[in-house]
């Protein structure tokens, strides 16, 4: 029996392995960071043995009140991904407890998403006669800066921004922009086909590539939170919001969104512009259409649960959504999807997921063409 992480998004600290039920295990830290969260590892040669998982510093996780009802996904094929429910939190650690039916079996903090299948969406949207691709410039470790740009810059029409994955840990982020995407370049959609023919949509999948390669759940290479850099990125440090802040300036921005995964709250919400000062009253009215409009196309969207007003304070022109509304004076949002379930429409086998995130990221297109058809 071993356990193995070398490969793409993998991440664990094996402390014992002498017998199956008690493998005992540390959550590693992001490369450059004192933040800890993500895992993503491979057992070896247990099938039909009842193994038993400790990951004794769980209680010094970034996040520890998120392992409250978490439940850990695990996978044989690495395509379909399942949720085991004997995962437990107590007294700093979490215990995780399964019966693998095979030899080999992946377990994850959340479905991942490799830097293989973002070039693959890259590749997809590149082969696309509605979109092309061009890259920004590159990461702290030399990774391309994709982005995908769908519909053509003509007079008239608006400027879509949706960025993705500035903490790399939340992979469901780009579930959802591969669903949105897949929609967006299908030529017999009509909703799609009216975007493309009333804006130009900036897609960035993956904004930390490197993060996302390393196994760092909230930073990039050199250790920071890009989402604490869009006041003043640093060209060495904060490369990649640097470069789409710039690209941003050159192209404008009417409407953006910034997708993550929170990892306490089960369910899926928008932080709002409530906070940020100085905004005209039309763009609030704005958001309040949009959250409607998201609700009335999909049922996992709820506006009841999210975060407090002000939760941010002297940090709240640091982030993405709030910086860009600030400079643009536009529609911009964060939107969070859950790490463990969606508490409104629950499902036992897999919890939050891609496949649930990718639907999230096609219904989204819904309001899109709507606050287009408002403006």
């Known amino acids: 029996m071993r ?10 600290v094996v402390l014992g392995l002498e017998e199956p039920g008690n493998i005992r295990l540390r959550l590693r830290d992001d490369n450059a960071a004192d933040i800890r969260q993500w895992f993503h590892f491979r057992l070896h040669d247990a099938a039909g043995q009842r193994v038993r998982m400790v990951f004794e510093n769980a209680g010094t996780a970034t996040y520890a009140s998120g392992w ?4 850990c996904v695990a996978s044989y094929d690495r395509q379909t991904w399942f949720r085991i429910p004997t995962t437990t939190y107590q007294d700093g650690e979490m215990v995780v407890e399964h019966v693998p039916e095979r030899d080999s079996v992946y377990y994850a903090y959340f479905e991942p998403y490799s830097h293989e299948r973002h070039l693959d969406l890259i590749g997809l949207a590149g082969a696309s006669s509605f979109a092309r ?4 410039g590159l990461s702290v470790q030399g990774r391309d800066m994709d982005r995908v740009i769908v519909g053509r810059a003509e007079p008239g ?4 921004w949706i960025i993705a994955r500035q903490h790399p840990g939340e992979t469901m982020a780009e579930w959802f922009v591969e669903g949105l995407l897949e929609r967006l370049l299908d030529g017999s959609d009509p909703v799609s086909r009216r975007i493309r023919e009333q804006a130009v949509v900036h897609v960035v999948p993956n904004m930390n590539p490197d993060g996302a390669v390393l196994g760092n759940l909230r930073t990039n290479a050199a250790g920071r939170n890009l989402n604490r850099e869009w006041r003043e990125p640093d060209p060495a440090l904060s490369p990649e919001v640097f470069l789409v802040r710039q690209a941003m300036e050159a192209e404008g921005c009417d409407l953006f969104l910034d997708i993550h995964g929170d990892e306490a709250l ?3 919400f928008f932080a709002t512009l409530d906070d940020v000062p100085g905004l005209p009253e039309a763009t609030l009215a704005a958001q309040t259409r949009f959250l409607t409009d998201l609700a009335a196309v999909s049922p996992d969207f709820q506006t009841k649960y999210g975060y407090e007003q002000g939760r941010f304070r002297e ?3 640091k982030l993405a959504s709030k910086w860009v509304a600030h400079r643009f004076g536009c529609l911009s949002m964060t939107l969070e999807m859950p790490f463990k379930d969606n508490a409104n429409l629950p499902d036992p086998l897999v919890g939050w ?6 639907r999230l990221g ?3 297109l819904n309001p899109i063409l709507r606050h287009l058809d408002a403006e």
């Open 362 to 364: 096609a219904a989204m």
């Open 157 to 160: 029409r608006k400027s879509i």
């Open 315 to 317: 940090e709240t022109l």
């Open 133 to 136: 691709t061009d890259t920004l």
């Open 3 to 12: 356990i193995t992480h070398q490969f793409d998004s993998g991440s664990i």
């Open 68 to 71: 409250s009802d978490y439940r």
């Open 353 to 358: 997921n891609g496949l649930r995130s990718k």
């Open 266 to 268: 089960p369910y899926v």
